[in-house]
């Protein structure tokens, strides 16, 4: 079955940085559209980023342009967040998504497949 697992999370100062790992299995990562999703306590999930098949269409939340950067490499099968100048509304669950042959979407109802999520606290 497909599997998605991410790392990375922790407890980091605002203005640290983090860097979000998806591994895939299962799967050739290559043939999904991928992105991540966050969801803060107490709110709704929300997309902050997504990329296409080969990395050269990314998108990124108003929210967290400029500060978080989406890449993969396909050959290890892996999707990263680089997370820079993180403030403490960054602080939520983390998921990596991943869809099959589609495009990527701001939807977390239009992806097939989900990490468990990991923690990202950013204190203040």
């Known amino acids: 079955q497909v599997q998605l697992v991410e790392s990375g999370g922790g407890l980091v100062q605002a203005g640290g940085s983090l860097r979000l790992s998806c591994v895939a299995s299962g799967v050739t990562l290559s043939n999904f559209a991928m992105g991540w999703f966050r969801q803060p306590p107490g709110q709704e999930r929300e997309c902050v980023s997504h990329?296409?098949?080969?990395?050269?269409?990314?998108y990124y939340a108003d929210s967290v342009k400029g500060r978080f950067t989406i890449f993969r490499d396909n050959a290890k099968n892996t999707m990263y967040l680089q997370m820079t100048n993180l403030k403490p509304e960054d602080t939520a669950n983390y998921s990596c998504a991943a869809r099959w042959i589609r495009r990527p979407t701001t939807r977390w109802d239009d992806y097939e497949y989900w990490g468990q999520g990991t923690q990202v606290t950013v204190a203040s």
């Open positions: 990329i296409s098949w080969s990395g050269g269409d990314r």
